[in-house]
Structures are given as C-alpha cells and as structure tokens.
C-alpha cells in the first residue's frame, strides 16, 4: 500500500508548539526510532573514557531537568490517570459490542451465501446437467451427465444442511441485536462522558505554562539524544577516529540541529554519530544543503533515515548482490532534479520528516530518472491527476496489469521497468507506487494489510 499526502493544502502547527509536544512524547514514549541492539564492539581505553564523560554529562542533564520540570500535584495526577483509564475503558467497552454487531452481520452474510451462491448455484448445475441429461447422443455423454447430476444434488443437500444450521445461528444472534442496541448507546454516552472528564483533569494539570516556554528545550534535547543513542554507542562510534569524535562533539554542542534532528523524528536504530556524517559528507559536496530551506530538509531527512543502508532494488529477493544506496549521491540526485525542475512543486515545502520517505526508496537513482521521464514522455495526463492522493502513482491503475510473472535475471531490463510491462499482484504494484511519487519528490509510507503473496514472500512478516 501506499501513502501520498496531499500538500496543497498544508495546515503546519507552529514549530514551537511541535517540538514541544514532540520531546514531551519522547521522553515518556517509544516514539523515536529506538536504538537496535547490536555486537558489542571493546571499547579502547579512551572509548571507555568517553563513555563514562558522556554518561556524565547524561546524568547531569537528567538531574537539571528533573530540578527545573514543575511538580505536578499528585492528586490532580491521580486523578488524570484515573480519568484516562476511564476513557480508555470505555472505549474497549464499546469496540466490543460493535464486535457483536459484526458477528450479527457475518452470520447472515452465511446465510446470504448460502441461499444465493451455494444452493442457487448448485440448482443451476442440475438443470444444466438435467438438459445434458436429455440431450445425450451416446453412453459417455449420458454417464457424464449423470455423474455431474448425481454430484450437483448432493452439494445442493449440503446446501442445504448448511443454510439450516446458519439460520439458526443467524437468528440466535439476531434475537441478541435490541439489547446489543441499548448497550452500544449507553456506551457511547460513556465515552462521551469518560472523554469530558478526562479533558477536564488534563486541563487542571496546566501544562500549559511548561509547554509554551522554550527555555528547556536544548536540555531536553541532548538529554534525548544522548539516551536513545546511549553512551556505549556514541564513545563505540567516536573511538574509530579523531574526525568521528569530533562530529558527535559538534552534534552535542548544537542545539538547534539536535531539536531539529528530534522534531524530524530522531535518527533511525538511534545511530547519532552515523546520522552526523552522513550530513557533513552531504554538506561538503553541496553549499546549499547547509542553507535553510528544502535542499536542508532534505540533507537532514536523508542523514537521519539511511543511517541504517538501503538495499537497492525492491525486496531482498531483487537486491541480492546490489549495492547499498548511497546516501550522499543520493542527495546529490535530487537536488539536481530539483533544481532542474522535474520534481514536483509541492516538494519545495516539505519538511525533514518527510523528505526521509521521499529519498529512501530502494530503487537506483538512475531509476527514479528513469521513472520521471517515462511518466513526463508517455503518461502526462497523471502529472495533473484531480485526485491528489494519485498524483503520478495511478499508473498502476491503468499501466500495470494485475498478474503474475517471471522475473527476467539477466539484467538487460530492470525489475521495475519488467513489472510496468508485465505486470504485478498487491505488493508489486504498491511498489511500483511508491517509488514513482518518491522520484517527484513526494513522501510515501510502505503500510502492509495482507493481501496476496508472492511465493518468495511467504513466511515473512
């Protein structure tokens, strides 16, 4: 599946507010992208020094905020958690009534089913095989017709067995539906209720005066920073080098770029130092990616996401033996196209975030090129889709054919240019949507629903 925000349209809270709200959830929350565990490497004596300075300076950070954060009143506390567990409550409460509703509906689904499709069908299949019947010229044809007469009265007998049995269970549930009415009203006014008291207790906390105030933003910062990417991790990068120590350095004594980092959602598996260089290195090869703006916001989101290397190719099972992209050439492919003008006009405005899923797709960037020309030469009409959710993704709709296909190795026609020509299932085409709206600059999630599944996907989650 994939996701194509509309940002034509963009209503972006003040950036005061976001980071806010952003580093209160990280710091009670999972939301970052959480370090991953991995070998632990033997810190050198000076590794294990600069762990112990980073641990240090974590701690202290730890005892300042804990100093300048207000207390808040324990039994308004109490009484906010409680209110919480209330709304909450209510809510599961009513999911599972609407969970009898849907149980009603599915038992007369199998009734439907077997009144309309079961038995009507098998009462077609023995009038036909009755006219077979009539119409035989020979022996075969008269055994054939009996053999197929004989079967579809038996499934009609089953049908009919089945229908009984489904009936009955259709209306022993339905008997259920009145009280199940009631329930689901109370439950709703409930919720209703839960949610104005839970309101109410958040309100009488007060955050409003810690939330609006900036003044603890660069301590929150770092604190977040030096947790999520541990201090192991950070003296593991920097004792590989003096250039390496020196980045995670700068990166500490920057809170700008820390709470920027933060607000576009941290730097995946946490890796910090890694997220570092790989935005000098971008900032080396291109003035502009230092100056503020979308080739900044990309520079940040690229840094950030393909601290982890992206397999080039859709699938392990289309990149074995390919290279990782690189995140640097990488940047450099799309500010070229930018400033070319071949990306779309709304990338100008994106944000770091979302410049992270428009530049980590999979695919080579000759590829994307590739993908933009082809669009541009042979299917203008999707660049000016009235359907934004579709901009340049409804190829799929009505280039790419819902089918199944082998795959040709030799390597003289890409796998994405084979699955345009020949087609694809569910998880091919979403591909296939996904990488074309990155290549105009426009941000796309993978988000799995099941579905169909290739043979060389079975078993994966």
């Known amino acids: ?86 709304a909450k409550e209510a809510r599961i409460a009513l999911a599972i009534i609407n969970q009898s509703f849907e149980e009603i509906q599915k038992a007369e689904s199998l009734v439907n089913h077997a009144k309309n499709k079961w038995i009507a069908g098998a009462d077609k299949k023995i009038l036909n095989a009755t ?108 004792q590989k080098g003096e250039e390496n120590e020196k980045l995670v350095e700068k990166l500490l004594s920057d809170e700008k770029l820390m709470l920027t980092m933060l607000s576009a959602g941290g730097a995946k598996e946490a890796k910090y130092g890694k997220a570092m260089k790989i935005y000098t290195d971008i900032r080396k090869v291109s003035k502009q990616a230092g100056q503020p703006g979308i080739l900044q916001n990309l520079a940040l989101g690229i840094s950030l996401e393909m601290t982890v290397p992206y397999k080039q190719g859709y699938g392990t099972f289309l990149s074995r033996g390919l290279k990782p992209v690189d995140p640097v050439e990488r940047y450099l492919h799309y500010e070229k196209a930018f400033l070319a003008g071949e990306l779309d006009p709304n990338f100008k405005e994106m944000s770091a975030w979302e410049c992270r899923w ?22 203008p009409d999707m660049l000016g889709d009235s359907d934004s959710r579709w901009f340049y993704s409804g190829i799929i709709k009505t280039d790419v054919a819902y089918s199944r296909h082998k795959w040709d190795n030799s390597g003289k026609v890409s796998k994405i240019q084979q699955a345009i020509d020949k087609g694809g299932i569910c998880h091919i085409r979403a591909w296939i949507a996904r990488s074309t709206a990155r290549a105009f600059g426009i941000p796309a999630l993978r988000v799995e629903e099941g579905g169909a599944k290739s043979p060389l996907e079975k078993g994966k989650k």
């Open 1 to 86: 599946m994939t996701s194509t925000p509309n940002t034509s349209q963009k209503n972006t809270p003040s950036s005061n507010t976001m980071k806010k709200t952003l580093l209160c959830f990280m710091l009670v929350t999972n939301i970052m992208f959480a370090a991953k565990k991995e070998a632990r490497v033997e810190l050198t004596d000076h590794g294990k020094k600069l762990e112990s300075n980073y641990s240090e300076s974590m701690d202290n950070l730890r005892n300042d905020l804990r100093q300048s954060i207000p207390k808040v009143d324990e039994e308004k506390k109490k009484i906010f958690q409680n209110a919480r567990k209330a």
């Open 131 to 238: 006219e077979m019947l009539k119409n035989a010229k020979n022996d075969a044809e008269r055994e054939a017709a009996e053999k197929e007469l004989a079967k579809s009265q038996e499934n009609r007998k089953a049908g009919v067995q089945a229908l009984e049995e489904r009936q009955g269970l259709f209306d022993k549930a339905k008997q259920k539906e009145p009280k199940l009415v009631k329930q689901r009203e109370e439950a709703q006014k409930a919720i209703e209720l839960a949610q104005t008291e839970f309101e109410k207790a958040a309100k009488n906390l007060n955050p409003g005066e810690l939330l609006s105030s900036d003044s603890l933003d660069g301590t929150l910062a770092k604190f977040v920073v030096l947790s999520k990417a541990t201090p192991y991790s950070l003296a593991a990068f920097s």
């Open 358 to 379: 428009i530049a980590s797709d999979p695919e080579s960037n000759e590829t994307l090129a590739w993908l933009r020309t082809t669009i541009c030469n042979y299917r």
